[in-house]
């Protein structure tokens, strides 16, 4: 199963208003592994930033007034996502956002079933708890250290440890098979620690024949009064 961890950055709340994407970072995973594949580009938004979102992402104009548009780089965006699931925290912000720039460059947009949203998740698994990145960074002890600012690619590297932790751990099909084995251990190292030799309560039919037996005893006898299976306790 292929998905894409993904994060955007933009100057403002609503694309409505104005507002534009300047950063898209994204990583793949592949079975709920990190493949190492990553989709990371800044965008020219074509208007100036905002005090406030300067703030948060540290991106200004004079760093992305060289960096492409939207329309030049849309479709490389789409040949990455392809037709993975997304994973986003906050799905419906970053959704709005990238499919307002797709449908402004002409491109296919995306459906909002394919976005699964971490936040949701978090919120159904810990009600009334905070349920932001670095809240779920701290509960789940994701170093989250290089966030001194938001920045898409550190962000969807973080959400994808953040995300394995919410749907069960690295390696969540996993979890119900190590819990099985560790019971089986354990049960197996209890029944080793009182195991006691007990005499059958049934003894066991000999399996030696009456031919055997007369030759065994022609031998023994040959042997006199010190042959060992004449010395039976």
């Not at 909002?112 to 670095?134: V, W």
Request: one cysteine or more; charged letters at 25%.
């Amino acid at each position: 199963m292929r998905e894409i961890v993904l994060d955007t950055e933009t100057t403002g709340f609503e694309p409505s208003e104005g507002h534009r994407i300047v950063e898209i970072g994204a990583v793949e995973l592949f079975n709920h592994l990190p493949t190492g594949k990553t989709y990371h580009q800044y965008i020219n938004p074509e208007r100036s930033m905002p005090k406030e979102a300067f703030e948060v992402h540290g991106l200004g104009d004079d760093f992305l007034r060289d960096k492409p548009l939207f329309t030049a780089v849309g479709q490389a965006f789409l040949d990455f996502v392809a037709d993975a699931q997304m994973v986003i925290h906050n799905a419906a912000f970053d959704m709005k956002f990238l499919n307002f720039e797709l449908q402004r460059a002409g491109l296919p947009t995306l459906p909002n079933s394919r976005a699964t949203d971490t936040l949701q998740i978090a919120r159904q698994k810990y009600p009334g708890s905070p349920a932001s990145l670095d809240a779920l960074c701290r509960r789940f002890g994701v170093d989250n250290s290089a966030r001194e600012k938001h920045g898409a690619l550190l962000d969807s590297e973080i959400l994808a440890e953040v995300y394995l932790e919410l749907i069960g751990g690295r390696q969540p099909d996993l979890v119900l098979s190590a819990a099985s084995d560790k019971t089986r251990q354990a049960d197996a190292s209890d029944t080793v620690a009182n195991w006691r030799p007990r005499p059958r309560p049934t003894a066991l039919p000999t399996r030696v024949t009456e031919e055997e037996a007369a030759a065994h005893a022609s031998f023994v006898a040959k042997l006199g009064d010190a042959a060992i299976w004449l010395k039976r306790q």
